[in-house]
């Protein structure tokens, strides 16, 4: 009598792989795909994104063009800048950074751009509206708001037109300059007493 014959094994397929769903994927994850140069995940990092930038954006700026501007260059910079992501940080840590100076650097440049002095024949023109004594005097006080804070180290200055001028939290301020949030408090306390105690903020928003 012969052994009954033995069964041939079961050949198991391999399930054909399915697509990548990238909106499933991990922040870590789509960096890791980024660096290995999939645009795929680039992309669906910056739409992930996307929204927390401007609301970051318009929370530091308060004005919603410059909010939308800081916003479209903070994306830029994320496209430029992510293969430096090393990791030591969550990425929307990395991100907030990053979109907070943009925001320093955007307001900056539109204080600079305001608050550059004008020739004085410029200062006593006839206003078309208002009080041109009163819009001197605010003139006037710009100047001298710009020359002492042209005189202060640039991490102070820094930290007075954030605080004072956009009224940015201490923490992100501190995310954004890299100072210690103590200091940062110190350095606005000091601009305070410096540049004029209770005043600062209408000074700054003249």
Not at 18 to 43: F, W
Not at 74 to 98: A, E, I, N
Not at 161 to 178: C, M, N, Q, R, W
Request: hydrophobic residues 40%; glycine residues 4%; aromatic residues 4%.
């Amino acid at each position: 009598m012969q052994p009954p014959a033995r069964k041939s094994p079961q050949v198991v397929r391999a399930r054909p792989d399915r697509p990548l769903v990238y909106e499933r994927l991990s922040d870590p994850i789509l960096v890791r795909r980024v660096k290995d140069g999939d645009q795929q995940a680039l992309a669906a990092l910056c739409t992930r994104h996307a929204a927390r930038v401007h609301r970051i954006a318009l929370h530091v700026l308060r004005d919603p063009d410059d909010a939308n501007d800081a916003a479209q260059e903070s994306l830029v910079k994320l496209v430029r800048r992510v293969h430096r992501f090393r990791g030591d940080s969550r990425f929307s840590t990395w991100l907030h950074r990053l979109v907070v100076n943009t925001c320093k650097d955007v307001a900056q440049a539109r204080w600079a751009t305001e608050h550059r002095t004008e020739p004085l024949l410029e200062d006593l023109r006839v206003a078309s509206e208002g009080d041109p004594a009163r819009a001197l005097a605010a003139s006037e006080a710009r100047r001298e708001l710009g020359a002492c804070l042209a005189e202060l180290p640039a991490a102070q200055a820094t930290v007075v037109t954030l605080k004072h001028g956009f009224d940015v939290p201490f923490e992100e301020i501190s995310a954004a300059t890299g100072l210690p949030v103590g200091t940062a408090k110190c350095y606005a306390h000091r601009a305070r007493a410096t540049l004029g105690r209770g005043r600062l903020r209408e000074r700054l928003t003249a």
